[in-house]
């Protein structure tokens, strides 16, 4: 049976659905056009009351997109690129919700979209080749595809420090902090955590609280950048240039439409070097990560160049040099652990409130009633904000029961290793298919999610037009895709024997996590090329029974 002949797909009559997606943020958003567009019966269910995904939970202070506004955005919709005009060159958390507000609605996709509905389980019955999705309410729904849009970094973790509940002041975490707001001013404000999250929370909440106390047990490498405002002139400049800056995009290893750089930074005189890492410092953000050198991310004695240069630029920043120093990261190099965009984090240090403390050298022992506890030091605090991070890629899918045939499970399945191909789908989970499931590209991640939605589409219509019941990575292509990824792991300076930065895409921050590389590390472009592969192999890697 194919589409044309009934509207229906497939065996999925009898179902309530074609395919239930869960997930409204960028994911579910793309994936619910594109699978309309071929003619499916949709439902995202999110447990949220909004769409925005990540960009509606997170509302943390400073929040903002560490990506420009021209690659951080769909390309597919015209009306969408001709309306939606961005206003900062790296729109604030607010603005990307209000952009994927109104894709939702430009597109008319909310009459798909179930909120409040938190999915606990969804379970695959290989008689009738069918996914029941069970929510926390009690209702069920069924669909012959179950797609997860659920997000890489969702699923919260506080730092393993007791005491926690003994607390009496206000505790946050960054990815839950109130809408409404927290008002800081006369707070004496402690923050746990200095990664993308707690690097943006710094120095905006450092003018407005009474003090502020910086819990530091890891350094990052920040590449500090200036926000501008975008006028109608630059705003024009990228609908009249959407294709190509999106195409560079794509075609970019980490998402970003920026030059690729052509030469190893060992290549040229310390002069040259000099002259390039200042320029591209200049220009901000990822231009200094992505276009100085070739082999910033692969080649450690590069990305140890990189690193000093940093640390002269925290030396020039911070005024006072035991701070500077402290500031400055050691025992691992520049792209160790994901760099995050710096909009004034090293100045901050400079004002007369705020404090940074040690916590690798003296670790933080307690939370007590009044504060935080570290080595004997008591620091007295009203406030503290945990931006702990997230149990990455994985922790969203193993935290509800997906059950596959026979009863598997997938966080059982993933228990000694993740297993997927490229990302998408897993054997023993047929018609089960994720957007930036694990094993896909560290990445901006608009675009492998645009053009996964879109391969997505592809495959299924494939499958429908083809007689073909299931979607299901064969076991050899699995074996294939978690050798690609170690090996394309294991050629960058995020993996070194004896480093010291623990980070999430090797799943060191979550106890008892296996360490593996949760993402694909071998380039985004790279990644793309595997998947239309896989397309032009009429997608036997996916047809495994
Ligand atoms: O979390 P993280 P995040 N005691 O895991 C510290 C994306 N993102 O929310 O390094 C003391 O990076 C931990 O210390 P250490 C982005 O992909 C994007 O900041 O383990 N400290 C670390 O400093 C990012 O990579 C954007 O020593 C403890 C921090 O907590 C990802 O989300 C914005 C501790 C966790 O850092 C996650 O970023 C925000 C303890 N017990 C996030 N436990 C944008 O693009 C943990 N830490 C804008």
């Known amino acids: 049976m194919s589409i044309s002949d009934t509207g229906v797909f497939g065996s999925s009559a009898g179902t309530d659905y074609d395919s239930i ?48 506004f021209s690659y951080y955005s769909f390309s597919f919709s015209k009306e969408v690129r001709e ?9 604030s958390g607010k603005e990307v919700l209000a952009y ?47 797609v997860s849009g659920m997000g890489v970094l969702s699923q919260a973790i506080w730092p393993n420090i007791p005491g926690r509940e003994s607390f009496t002041g206000q505790l946050y975490h960054a990815s839950s902090w109130p809408r409404g707001g927290v008002d800081l001013a006369g707070k004496r404000v402690g923050i746990i955590g200095l990664g ?69 930074a060992l290549e040229v005189t310390p002069e040259e070097r000099e002259r390039i890492f200042q320029s591209k410092w200049n220009e ?56 995050p965009t710096g909009h004034g984090y090293y100045a901050a240090y400079n004002r007369a409130n705020v404090a940074l403390i040690d916590t690798a050298s003296t670790p933080i022992t307690t939370f007590t009633e009044k504060g935080l506890k ?16 997230f149990d990455a890629m994985t922790g969203t899918l ?13 966080r059982d399945k993933w228990k000694n290793g993740l297993r997927s191909n490229l990302g998408i789908s897993v054997n023993g989970f047929p018609n089960f298919l994720m957007s930036l499931g694990p094993q896909t590209p560290y990445s901006n991640l608009p675009v492998p999610i645009q053009l996964g939605a879109q391969w997505m589409a592809r495959a299924i219509s494939f499958a429908e037009e083809h007689g073909i019941e299931r979607l299901e990575a064969t076991l050899e292509s699995e074996q294939w895709w978690a050798g690609e990824v170690d090996r394309a792991g294991k050629a960058t ?27 694909y590390m071998g380039g985004g472009q790279v990644y793309q090329q595997f998947c239309r592969d896989a397309e032009a192999n009429g997608y036997q890697a996916f047809f495994a029974t």
């Open 196 to 264: 993308a999250s707690g690097i943006q929370i710094v120095p905006t909440i450092a003018p407005l609280a009474e003090e502020l106390v910086v819990f530091q047990r890891t350094p990052n490498f920040i590449v500090e950048t200036n926000n501008e405002t975008v006028d109608a002139e630059w705003m024009q400049f990228v609908k009249d240039n959407y294709d190509a800056i999106y195409a560079k995009a794509a075609n970019h290893p980490f998402g970003v439409a920026m030059e690729k750089a052509e030469k190893s």
């Open 100 to 146: 994927l507000q109104f894709v939702a609605d430009r597109l008319d996709l909310r009459r798909d979209i179930q909120f409040n509905s938190r999915v606990e389980s969804a379970i695959y019955d290989e008689a009738s080749n069918i996914w029941t999705v069970n929510f926390a309410d009690g209702h069920s729904q069924t669909a012959k595809y179950l």
């Open 21 to 68: 997606v869960i997930g409204a943020g960028f994911s579910g958003l793309a994936i619910l056009h594109h699978l309309r567009e071929i003619g499916q019966r949709v439902l995202v269910v999110d447990a949220a009351s909004e769409v925005g995904g990540t960009w509606w939970e997170n509302n943390y202070p400073g929040v903002r997109t560490d990506s420009e």
């Open 374 to 389: 570290v080595g004997d030091t008591e620091y007295e605090l009203d406030v503290i904000i945990c931006a702990t991070g």
């Open 398 to 410: 193993t935290n509800i029961d997906i059950v596959g045939r026979d009863g598997l499970i997938l």
């Open 493 to 519: 300076v995020m993996y070194s024997e004896g480093r010291k930065a623990k980070a999430w895409f090797l799943g060191d921050n979550v106890a008892g996590k296996a360490e593996e590389f949760m993402v």
């Open 284 to 339: 901000g953000g990822f231009h200094f990560a992505n276009e100085c050198f070739n082999d910033l991310a692969t080649n450690h004695d590069s990305s140890e160049l990189a690193s000093e240069f940093i640390r002269s630029k925290i030396r020039e920043i911070v005024k006072d040099p035991a701070t500077a120093e402290l500031l400055s990261p050691k025992g691992y190099s520049f792209n160790g652990k994901r760099v």
């Open 83 to 91: 309306e939606w005009n961005w206003t900062e060159r790296y729109p």
